[in-house]
């Protein structure tokens, strides 16, 4: 079975350009989220999908941050302008929805650099 | 609010001894804890979980954490620490409350170095 798959691995932008992060769930998921961690910091809640619908948004941290995930499928996270503090690694995820199934399996991450 | 915290930046440990990766944390309704390990250039792997039950939870490569309802904690160990631990430890908390949503608290990592 194919693990969460997220593209590009690495993106470096300059400040006002615009970036979109691609994130594949394993098949039959109809829980996404993503994270971000900056600087070393924590990772930090973005928002949840359950399907194609947002379940959860209130990490984003403001409106230049756009998620989709049309058809329930995989799911795009458009930066629009990408600014410096933007930088970081994007993590995506995705979970079960049947109850008991806890975990979230994530992918290998997007590194984010804007100069 | 749900708050995670590792006090331990990096933790150093020489193999064949036992490794303790600290964790507390802070959630209003009944906690959900998770330990993730991430390898260099890897994404997050999980390595177990407590929902109910048990307090000592058994995991993978060995890993054992135990959860301690009244210090609020969830500590990682390992009874023999082998070189190829070496990594970045999470600890992680989620809501169990009904409708507290899904969404991971994380800590800010510990690092995990083994020396032979």
Same mark, same amino acid.
């Given at each position: 079975? $194919?693990?969460?798959?997220? #593209?590009?691995?690495?993106?470096?932008?300059? /400040?006002?350009?615009?970036?979109?992060?691609?994130?594949?769930p394993i098949s039959g998921h109809d829980n996404l989220?993503? &994270?971000?961690?900056?600087?070393?910091?924590?990772? /930090?809640? +973005? %928002?949840?999908?359950?399907?194609?619908?947002?379940?959860?948004?209130?990490?984003?941290?403001?409106?230049? #941050? +756009?998620?989709?995930?049309?058809?329930?499928? &995989?799911?795009? %996270?458009?930066?629009?302008?990408?600014? %410096?503090?933007?930088?970081?690694?994007?993590?995506?995820?995705s979970s079960y929805?049947? $109850?008991?199934? &806890?975990?979230? &399996?994530?992918?290998?991450?997007?590194? +984010?650099?804007?100069? | 609010?749900?708050?995670? @915290?590792?006090? =331990?930046?990096?933790?150093?440990?020489? =193999?064949?001894?036992?490794?303790?990766?600290? *964790?507390?944390?802070?959630?209003?309704?009944?906690?959900?804890?998770?330990?993730?390990?991430?390898?260099?250039?890897?994404?997050?792997?999980?390595?177990? !979980?407590?929902?109910?039950?048990?307090?000592?939870?058994?995991?993978?490569?060995?890993?054992? @954490?135990?959860?301690?309802?009244?210090?609020?904690?969830?500590?990682?160990?390992?009874?023999? @620490?082998?070189?190829?631990?070496? @990594?970045?430890?999470? *600890?992680?908390?989620?809501?169990?409350?009904?409708?507290?949503?899904?969404?991971?608290?994380?800590?800010?990592?510990?690092?995990? !170095?083994? =020396?032979?």
């Amino acid at each position: 079975e $194919a693990g969460v798959t997220q #593209f590009p691995s690495h993106s470096v932008i300059e /400040k006002g350009q615009t970036v979109t992060l691609r994130c594949d769930p394993i098949s039959g998921h109809d829980n996404l989220y993503w &994270y971000r961690r900056v600087m070393g910091k924590e990772i /930090k809640f +973005l %928002l949840h999908f359950v399907k194609e619908s947002k379940q959860d948004e209130s990490g984003m941290p403001n409106n230049r #941050f +756009l998620a989709e995930r049309t058809g329930g499928t &995989y799911s795009t %996270l458009k930066v629009q302008p990408a600014e %410096l503090e933007d930088s970081g690694v994007y993590f995506c995820a995705s979970s079960y929805a049947l $109850a008991g199934a &806890y975990e979230q &399996y994530f992918g290998p991450g997007t590194r +984010l650099t804007v100069t | 609010a749900q708050s995670v @915290a590792q006090p =331990e930046d990096q933790v150093n440990v020489a =193999e064949g001894n036992p490794l303790t990766v600290k *964790c507390t944390y802070s959630v209003s309704g009944n906690p959900y804890l998770f330990w993730y390990v991430q390898y260099p250039n890897r994404g997050l792997q999980f390595l177990l !979980k407590y929902i109910t039950g048990d307090n000592l939870v058994k995991g993978s490569y060995g890993f054992e @954490a135990e959860f301690n309802k009244s210090q609020t904690s969830f500590h990682l160990k390992k009874p023999s @620490a082998l070189v190829s631990d070496s @990594a970045l430890y999470f *600890c992680a908390v989620r809501d169990g409350v009904t409708g507290g949503g899904n969404k991971l608290t994380f800590g800010t990592g510990t690092q995990l !170095k083994v =020396e032979l």
